[in-house]
């Protein structure tokens, strides 16, 4: 069967991950949920602060009698997917943590074991079996096994459609937790789905609709309306809150949602099922975030109102950031109600500070009150106040709250670190206030992508922009520092900048209001996806001039895609972005070196520069100007897909980031892991234009160490 690729869908509809950025969310735990649209990849453990997402919670299948093989090759192969499993299931179970297992030797020896064997054994269904339990072991594990997914890639047909429901189910759910970009293969399992067809149980189901939709399959004709129909026809029963979410998210990733009735009713089907887990307390945070964003991509306002009514009280973060995406002029409403959910007074003040920023006057003078009330004025509070005129009597006395409290987030005490240090309205003194309260401790460490070295060659790049009011977009607002810097090289332009975690977005909110620059910084609230789309029926073709990304570097050369698609872009845009080496960009890279050669860039610059003041620690800040031969939008199709070995190294990348979160990587092996990348992309001719060090000496010893891999 040849499955046909929709044209019109098939760059908006492919995988793009809000995946792990290195901040940890505010709420409880160092591991909050993220995602792409509206949770993407929750399941592959990949996610952060941008947040971390688990990928897909896989069925573990179970593990295979070996004294039942005669041959000694398979009866090794499978023994090794046994001990897989088992390091996983240890892992899983929270037996052991995740240092323990990824740097044991007994995974070094199963992973060896298992290349070995893999190199000699004849392919039959019950080596497919063995492989789909040891990569789904690996998968969960957050470890690369590069001589499985290949293995996986190259299984013959046949064995694909002999495998059992459960057992495919897996393989694809494991290879999609990887997120590799092979649209060839991705064709194969599009084709496979269809053939095989959908009589699945409801988890297994919900599982390989995630993975098709996160692997971008809708782009193939056949898989979105059997996907659909299946939806339609699903033991509602047999799916949990989990499930139910996730294949809402699914559809609505895969579907054609302006033009398909099956998948609008059965969108509809799985919203009732989730208002009843909603009734039950069931359904809350990333999940209720997933169904709200489905729900509204499939104009079904209604479904997804009742549902948000029954379950905000415990909504969460993440449903808190998709419904002010959502809201039009409703936003300062829900910040009220998201505050109530704060515990520390310090970040209730902010998300309070934040609504009445966003509120008319009257308004924003009621919440001044409450705020009064409750003694939660801050330095923030008394500017708006001074700006409003207002009559009330500010509580604490000034210049107010200037404690983060007891057990508040990093993030939350270094607003108030600038709000107790710096000169209100003073941007320099806000700015340098900050990266003292970064300095101050390891613990207190904050990765500013604008400061530093990197800082001085992105500002000296905004500087040179000609245009005489600029409008810039900023991907990852984070604590408002780049916005602010944005904002000072680029006099009387207009940023507007994004950000996913609606509570770090308010803190983002305070500290931008006491810079001075609230008139000239747009803080948006939701998925970059979601905004830029927002933004292209809001501003004309041709009105952004300026371009920086700083937030999760697996998605850059996607979201560059979509501007360029948008036609939001002036034709000598400037395009920056950090990261390009430390965690790795190298998908990004590829395209825009690709893209320059077609004619699409006038200039294309990677800059060497020591990472966030660490001597040893690499890192390339990417410049793209525009102003070439052809239209920028006119990229598809004229750059060629990333070699395999880069979407391989793109993966690593993302789990590097990943393992930070888990204590995993310290400035030592990051020093080292950042070498690797450039070793990599430089056999692709991917190189350092120029270089930024202070001192070349330390550039010169980076560049000599190696890394040895977590990956195989």
């Known amino acids: 069967m040849a499955l046909v690729l929709r044209q019109p869908f098939a760059l908006r509809l492919g995988v793009r991950f809000r995946l792990v950025e290195l901040r940890a969310p505010l709420a409880a735990g160092p591991a909050g949920s993220a995602h792409r649209g509206a949770a993407a990849l929750a399941s592959c453990g990949l996610g952060v602060g941008c947040r971390l997402t688990r990928l897909t919670r896989l069925a573990r299948p179970r593990r295979r009698q070996v004294a039942t093989r005669r041959d000694p090759m398979e009866a090794g192969f499978q023994a090794a997917a046994n001990l897989a499993a088992n390091l996983a299931a240890n892992l899983a179970a929270d037996a052991r943590k995740t240092a323990e297992v990824t740097l044991d030797p007994a995974t070094a020896r199963c992973a060896e074991e298992l290349q070995a064997a893999l190199e000699k054994l004849p392919r039959s269904l019950a080596m497919a079996e063995d492989l789909t339990l040891a990569l789904g072991a690996f998968s969960r594990m957050k470890i690369l096994h590069r001589g499985l997914l290949d293995a996986l890639k190259d299984l013959p047909r046949e064995l694909w459609l002999k495998l059992g429901p459960g057992t495919f189910v897996q393989a694809v759910a494991a290879y999609a937790s990887f997120q590799l970009e092979d649209a060839e293969f991705n064709q194969v399992l599009a084709e496979l789905i269809v053939t095989r067809g959908l009589k699945l149980r ?19 004709e056949e898989v979105a309306p059997s996907l659909a129909e299946a939806y339609g026809e699903v033991d509602l029963r047999s799916l949990s809150a989990y499930d139910l979410s996730r294949s809402c998210w699914s559809l609505a990733r895969l579907a054609d949602t302006t033009n398909s009735a099956t998948a609008a009713a059965s969108a509809k089907r799985l919203g009732q099922a989730a208002l009843a887990q909603a009734k039950r307390g069931k359904l809350f945070g990333l999940s209720l975030s997933q169904v709200l964003w489905a729900l509204h991509r499939f104009g079904l306002e209604e479904e997804a109102e009742k549902l948000w009514q029954e379950a905000q009280g415990r909504a969460g973060r993440d449903a808190f950031g998709e419904k002010l995406r959502q809201s039009s002029g409703d936003s300062a409403r829900l910040l009220l109600r998201m505050a109530e959910n704060c515990e520390s007074p310090g970040l209730k003040a902010a998300v309070l500070n934040a609504a009445a920023l966003k509120s008319e006057p009257k308004a924003a003078e009621a919440i001044l009150r409450q705020m009064a009330d409750q003694e939660l004025w801050t330095p923030v509070t008394y500017r708006l ?151 292209s029926e809001e501003l004309t073709p041709g009105s952004i001039d300026v371009v920086y990304m700083d937030h999760n570097q697996m998605t850059y050369h996607h979201d560059l895609a979509q501007l360029q698609q948008s036609r939001l872009l002036a034709p000598e845009v400037l395009f920056a972005a950090t990261q390009g080496l430390k965690p790795g960009a190298p998908l990004l890279l590829w395209h825009l070196a690709q893209a320059q050669k077609a004619g699409l860039w006038a200039d294309v610059e990677f800059v060497s520069c020591p990472d966030c003041g660490l001597k040893l620690m690499e890192d390339w800040v990417v410049l793209a100007r525009g102003g070439a031969t052809r239209s920028l939008k006119r990229s598809g199709g004229i750059v060629s897909p990333a070699p395999r070995e880069l979407q391989l190294l793109a993966a690593e990348c993302n789990l590097m980031r990943w393992r930070t979160t888990r204590g995993l990587v310290d400035e030592t092996r990051w020093n080292q892991f950042v070498q690797y990348v450039r070793r990599s992309v430089e056999h692709f001719g991917l190189t350092s234009t120029r270089h930024a060090w202070p001192d070349e000496k330390n550039r010169v010893a980076a560049r000599r160490l190696q890394y040895t891999r977590l990956d195989y």
């Open 202 to 220: 409801g988890p297994e189901l919900a599982s390989l609709g995630f993975a098709a939709a996160s692997l971008g399959l809708g782009r193939f």
């Open 385 to 535: 106040a001074d700006r409003l005129k207002s009559q009330v009597q500010g509580a604490p006395p000034a210049p107010g709250l200037r404690e983060a409290g007891r057990g508040s987030h990093k993030y939350v005490r270094a607003l108030y670190s600038a709000l107790s240090r710096a000169q209100p309205g003073d941007a320099t003194s806000a700015l340098k206030a900050l990266e003292r309260f970064s300095q101050s401790s390891p613990r207190a460490w904050l990765k500013f992508g604008a400061a530093d070295e990197k800082g001085k060659v992105l500002e000296e790049a905004w500087r040179s922009v000609k245009a005489p009011k600029a409008t810039a977009l900023e991907f990852g607002t984070f604590l408002g520092y780049s916005a602010v810097k944005l904002a000072r090289s680029l006099p009387n332009s207009r940023v507007v900048t994004l950000e996913m975690d609606p509570e770090v977005a308010c803190l983002a909110m305070n500290f931008i209001e006491f810079a001075g620059l609230s008139h000239a910084i747009d803080v948006r609230i939701g998925q970059c996806e979601d905004l830029v789309d927002q933004l």
